[in-house]
């Protein structure tokens, strides 16, 4: 395993931009999470797919984020019109196909500096 | 709603010494899992430790053990023999055993090693 990856690393952005982020989970990991962490706090989580269907979102995901994962492979977070509130360190996971198994293993995450 | 509290926002130990790390949640139900997750400063989240709340058999793993008590509704996390590298933020999390996807997490606790 080559572990999961996200890109870019770094993003700074003026507000009212849009921004996409990419995760690419372990290989065969058939869940996969997002979360968003501010400083000094634990993750929030925000989204959830199980192949490419998303069973889950948080309320914190506004009408203007919007998440994909075609074809149950990599995913990407998109924020539309980005606000200086979105400013965080945005996180990946991902866990295997096993119920019993279901560790979630992170990426080293995206932080968003929005202006 | 499950809750994790992490009341020690920051921890020192002298390198070799042993520390212990409070993790305390709440919730009705009777099965779920805990976790304890680790995260240096370059911010990529590791797991450390994991129980299963039916598991009456404390986990460990190498230097690092817990001590659950799931009357108390408590999950502390002891490190033995602590090392510069130990230094992180240290986060506390839950996860129902009815939910795949969401992890509910502390708010973290400071992790400093005296040298």
């Known amino acids: 395993d080559t572990g999961v990856s996200q890109d870019p690393r770094h993003k700074i952005t003026k507000r009212g931009q849009n921004v996409t982020f990419r995760c690419d989970p372990i290989?065969?990991?058939?869940?996969l999470y997002w979360y968003r962490q501010t400083l000094g706090q634990g993750p929030e989580f925000l989204t959830y797919f199980q192949n490419e269907a998303q069973l889950e979102k948080s309320r914190l995901l506004s009408d203007r984020f919007s998440a994909e994962r075609p074809k149950g492979s990599f995913s990407t977070l998109e924020i539309q019109r980005t606000e200086q509130g979105d400013s965080a360190m945005y996180l990946c996971?991902?866990?295997?196909?096993?119920?019993?198994?279901?560790?979630?293993?992170f990426g080293p995450g995206t932080r968003l500096t929005v202006l | 709603a499950q809750t994790v509290t992490q009341s020690q926002p920051e921890m020192s130990v002298q390198e070799a010494e042993t520390v212990t790390l409070s993790c305390t949640y709440d919730?009705?139900?009777?099965?779920?899992?805990l976790f304890w997750y680790k995260q240096p400063p370059s911010r990529q989240m590791i797991l450390v430790i994991r129980?299963?709340?039916?598991k009456q058999q404390n986990a460990t793993e190498n230097r690092f053990s817990v001590n659950f008590q799931k009357a108390a509704k408590s999950f502390s996390l002891k490190i033995s023999d602590s090392q510069l590298g130990d230094a992180a933020m240290y986060f506390c999390a839950y996860r129902s055993m009815d939910s795949n996807y969401q992890l509910i997490w502390g708010a973290g606790t400071k992790l400093i090693i005296k040298p």
């Open positions: 996971a991902s866990s295997p196909r096993l119920i019993d198994t279901d560790t979630q293993y």
């Open positions: 129980q299963e709340a039916y």
């Open positions: 290989s065969e990991h058939n869940r």
């Open positions: 919730t009705s139900e009777s099965d779920y899992y």
